[in-house]
Nanobody, 126 residues
């Protein structure tokens, strides 16, 4: 089992920045991908970004390119999501997730991930 704990969410004004963290613990951590998803009220969970844990390669949803940056710290087993120039439409619960198996390309759907955190709320005021 892998446990994931997100932190760093909060209330921020439009144009501001946040850095979300996701700390992983549990079984020896050799997962291939860590990703971030978000879910706004009344909407489906959507892919935001993912990083290959061993190579550090990243992939983003088109809607967040240029404002979001995913990064990882192998020593701390932590993945980060830096969010800049926040917009009200970024308001959502942000979840991190882990995929254990290698696959061609990047996993961008929720069913491709094996473990999930509890989420952290990001609220952007206009």
């Amino acid at each position: 089992q892998v446990q994931l704990v997100e932190s760093g969410g909060g209330l921020v004004q439009a144009g501001g920045s946040l850095r979300l963290s996701c700390a992983a613990s549990g079984r020896p951590f050799s997962s291939y991908y860590m990703g971030w998803f978000r879910q706004a009220p009344g909407k489906e969970r959507e892919f935001v970004a993912t990083i290959s844990w061993r190579g550090g390669n990243t992939y983003y949803a088109d809607s967040v390119k240029g404002r979001f940056t995913i990064s990882g710290d192998n020593v701390k087993n932590t993945v980060y999501l830096q969010i800049n120039r926040l917009k009200p439409e970024d308001t959502a619960v942000y979840y991190c997730a882990v995929r254990r198996l290698l696959k061609p390309g990047f996993p961008t759907t929720s069913y491709e991930y094996d473990y999930w955190g509890q989420g952290t709320q990001v609220t952007v005021s206009s």
